[in-house]
């Protein structure tokens, strides 16, 4: 089954608001990478979190890794159509380092 | 740099027919994944070379499906006979090395359909 579970599993946003998705791991991850892909799209790598608490940004997102590093986070703000896509994170747990993704949340924007 | 090529785009085929992927990760690197991705949820791993050996083959059906990398650059992952459930779009992926830190390169993926 999913290793990491992603919270939600749809977002429907209104152009120029913000959002947060989750995703959750039982386990402690030795690191975290999230991905983007669009309709009909494959997936391609955004950013990677490794240390605990850590925060990074790209221009609107920015992405949180848990400080227990069993959760993060990815908000982005003031949302535009080109944000649409399936946003993944990829976990991988600390005794093993195996990646694996989560279910993926899909956003959608209204103009 | 050119990217993960894969071939077929599509494929259509009817149960317990056979068929093939093929994959050409990017070059140097020595890491290829194979990844099945179901509609509506994410990529989940098939198997992982490191150059020409297997990393991780655990959630393989080994019973159908067969993968391999001879000569540690190309692949080609087969399913024989093919059910109805293999529906999917199936994803290669390379990085530089096999542990988890690295970045993935995905290629554009084969969209199967079993009928």
């Known amino acids: 089954g999913q290793q990491v579970m992603q919270i939600p599993q749809y977002q429907h946003v209104q152009e120029g608001e913000d959002f947060t998705t989750y995703c959750n791991s039982s386990?402690?991850?030795?690191?975290i990478q999230w991905y983007k892909q669009r309709p009909g799209g494959h997936p391609v790598f955004l950013i990677q979190?490794?240390?605990?608490?850590e925060v990074k940004k790209q221009k609107r997102l920015t992405f949180q890794f848990g400080e227990a590093k069993k959760n993060s986070s990815l908000h982005i703000t003031a949302t535009q159509t080109t944000d649409v896509g399936t946003y993944f994170c990829a976990g991988a747990r600390s005794n093993d380092y195996k990646l694996s993704f989560g279910a993926g949340t899909t956003v959608t924007v209204r103009a | 740099e050119a990217g993960v090529a894969q071939s077929p785009r599509y494929k259509i085929i009817e149960k317990r027919q056979s068929v093939a992927f093929w994959c050409n990760p990017i070059s140097g690197h020595a890491t290829l994944y194979w990844y099945q991705q179901i509609l509506g949820q994410g990529p989940k791993l098939l198997i992982q070379?490191?150059?020409?050996?297997?990393?991780?083959d655990s959630q393989l059906p080994k019973d159908r499906f067969s993968a391999e990398r001879l000569k540690g650059v190309d692949s080609t992952l087969k399913i024989q006979p093919a059910k109805l459930e293999d529906s999917a779009v199936y994803l290669c992926?390379?990085?530089?090395?096999?542990?988890?830190?690295?970045?993935?390169?995905f290629g554009p993926g084969t969209r199967l359909t079993v009928l």
């Open positions: 070379f490191q150059n020409n050996g297997v990393v991780d």
């Open positions: 386990t402690t991850l030795s690191n």
């Open positions: 992926a390379s990085s530089k090395t096999s542990d988890s830190y690295n970045e993935q390169f």
């Open positions: 979190l490794v240390k605990s608490g």
